[in-house]
């Protein structure tokens, strides 16, 4: 692969000291020192995309809109595309036309000319949509298996009777079995809609299969009843777990190869229930960690608080929230920033649920006396720079953490609260001294994840509430005034007229006069007071923010934060 070209970050875009960092650093193509520049907080990939468009008089083309499997088969160049980081997206005339990051570059057009035979031009993407579509371009036929594609009358040829084991069926290993190709295709149609937990679950009469999309469990199949025992041998021995021990629950993991390039990873719970066992599998995606600060809807000044506790070198930073709220990827994503050849990562957790290179990662188990607390005293002795705890459950684990936070170390951590303010008055809680807590915390993030209106199909609000209710909830008479709201539709692009999510934060630094309200041991509604003298945004009125912006609904606002 060709060396990376400076010239597109060149001429004012990055000044010498940020070239000369991304020069030391190992990068191998343009799309990762975009992604180091991104990472860093110097420019969104977008303002990157626009820079390096106008510089080289290249268009701006948006791959959000583009359907990559329009793609003529002909026109792809799987070895081309991997070299040179481009995508053949369309033909006009007797002209190709490249998706890149990098339009200085002769050498793509010159290969996909030679071998294509077309005149070559560059449109200019965002890095991050580009690797996407190569992804998805070049994924394998396997990686393309569609859920609706399966007839549900092939299951019916191989239920087995009540007398019958799984054990004594040898089909359940069987690459070609259908219960194989039927487990096959739920796990690829989860990820390919975008889902984040799978539940299989057994009742006396009938068995459902169920996606957490968006937040929301949707029910997406009825196999038969008959066949819950060998789903669940199925996905257990997916799961390398002990298939005859059906009494206790088992913890296990899939790594699933989706295409050449990408596996995803499965968490897997199974749980004895009254009719069989339930299990529940988490989706892993560790490119989650790399999308970047800037899509996980932090606002300006909640970015710039966040970044700047990352820059501090030693202090404790703790992100609260409610399960499948995002704190993991609100934590990694700190990491990833962090992430350098100088600095020492250590994380304890329970589970890794993503794996980072660069970062090392423990396990704990507890019954092998490897808990939080003695990971944390062994990171100690490992000459660490940022330390990581998976979660913060008792006073041994707090009070480490906060002692290496008060010793030259950044430590970023969780807490099962529902605010800002309960996560300090929860610390004293446990029993941690109130000096000690005032004198390590430097920020607290609590934060909920809303569903994203569908862009295709939401639609304003024709009946406002009345001034009065919407002051009741929140708005300032500011917002009130020209004020859109919208309201979910449906269609054939999105569930129940959601598609996506998008975070809402509370971003809480701590200040001197908090400082001064966790001596004195104040409660949860002083320093919440406090916060907004100091004109921090709660939750409710960060989610209001994203209901004027139309990113999400006021139902879905009300639905996710508390007052």
């Known amino acids: ?44 990939e977008l303002e990157l995309a626009e820079e390096i468009s106008q510089r080289f008089h290249t268009p701006l083309f948006d791959l959000n809109y583009f359907d990559i499997k329009s793609i003529k088969p002909e026109l792809l160049k799987e070895k081309l595309s991997e070299k040179h980081k481009v995508l053949p997206l369309f033909l006009r005339g007797r002209t190709l036309f490249l998706a890149t990051v990098n339009p200085s570059s002769a050498s793509a057009q010159e290969d996909f000319q030679f071998s294509t035979g077309y005149n070559v031009e560059y449109l200019c993407v965002e890095a991050s949509k580009l690797n996407q579509a190569i992804e998805t371009a070049y994924e394998t036929e396997e990686g393309q298996l569609d859920l609706d594609d399966f007839d549900e009358q092939e299951l019916a040829g191989i239920e087995v009777g009540q007398d019958k084991t799984v054990e004594e069926n040898e089909s359940i290993e069987n690459d070609d079995a259908p219960i194989v190709v039927y487990i096959n295709k739920i796990l690829l149609d989860a990820i390919k809609r975008g889902a984040s937990d799978l539940h299989f679950e057994p009742y006396e009469k009938s068995y459902r299969i169920r996606f957490r999309i968006d937040g929301i469990l949707h029910e997406v199949a009825s196999p038969p009843v008959s066949l819950s025992t060998r789903l669940a041998a199925r996905l257990k021995v997916m799961s390398r777990l002990d298939i005859a021990e059906k009494r206790k629950p088992q913890d296990g993991r899939i790594k699933l190869k989706i295409s050449a390039k990408k596996s995803i990873d499965f968490r897997v719970s199974t749980l004895p229930t009254l009719w069989g066992e339930k299990i529940v599998m988490r989706i892993l995606d560790s490119s989650s960690a790399m999308l970047g600060i800037d899509v996980l809807g932090y606002e300006p000044e909640q970015k710039k608080l966040y970044l700047e506790a990352l820059e501090k070198p030693q202090g404790m930073i703790l992100v609260t929230g409610p399960t499948g709220s995002g704190k993991t990827v609100s934590l990694y994503t700190g990491l990833n920033i962090l992430n350098t050849s100088e600095t020492n990562i250590s994380t304890a957790e329970d589970p890794v649920e993503i794996n980072l290179e660069g970062i090392n990662q423990v396990q704990v188990n507890p019954k092998a006396g490897l808990t939080f607390a003695e990971a944390l005293r062994s990171f100690l002795r490992q000459d660490p720079d940022i330390v990581m705890v998976g979660e913060i459950r008792d006073l041994e684990t707090a009070e480490i953490a906060i002692k290496a936070a008060q010793t030259g170390h950044l430590v970023l951590s969780t807490l099962h609260t529902n605010s800002a303010a309960e996560t300090l008055t929860r610390l004293l809680n446990m029993g941690v001294p109130s000096f000690n807590i005032a004198s390590s ?123």
Not at 31 to 41: L, N, P, S, T, W
Not at 452 to 475: I, M
């Open 441 to 563: 915390v430097s920020l607290i993030i609590a934060q909920r994840l809303a569903r994203r209106l569908c862009k295709h199909c939401k639609k304003p609000v024709e009946v406002l509430p009345t001034e009065q209710e919407l002051l009741d909830f929140g708005f300032s008479a500011a917002q009130l005034k020209d004020l859109t709201l919208y309201e979910p539709v449906g269609c054939e692009l999105c569930s129940s007229g959601y598609k996506g999510r998008v975070g809402i934060y509370e971003v809480m630094p701590i200040s001197a006069n908090m400082a001064n309200i966790i001596m004195r041991e104040g409660n949860s509604i002083e320093i919440a007071k406090q916060a907004q003298q100091e004109k921090i945004a709660n939750l409710r009125q960060s989610g209001i923010k994203k209901a004027i912006s139309g990113m999400t609904s006021l139902g879905e606002v009300s639905r996710v934060t508390s007052y």
């Open 1 to 44: 692969m060709a060396a990376i070209d400076f010239r597109i970050f060149s001429g004012g875009l990055l000044d010498l000291h940020q070239q000369e960092e991304i020069r030391s650093q190992d990068l191998k193509s343009h799309i990762e020192a975009i992604q180091y520049i991104r990472k860093h907080g110097w420019y969104s």
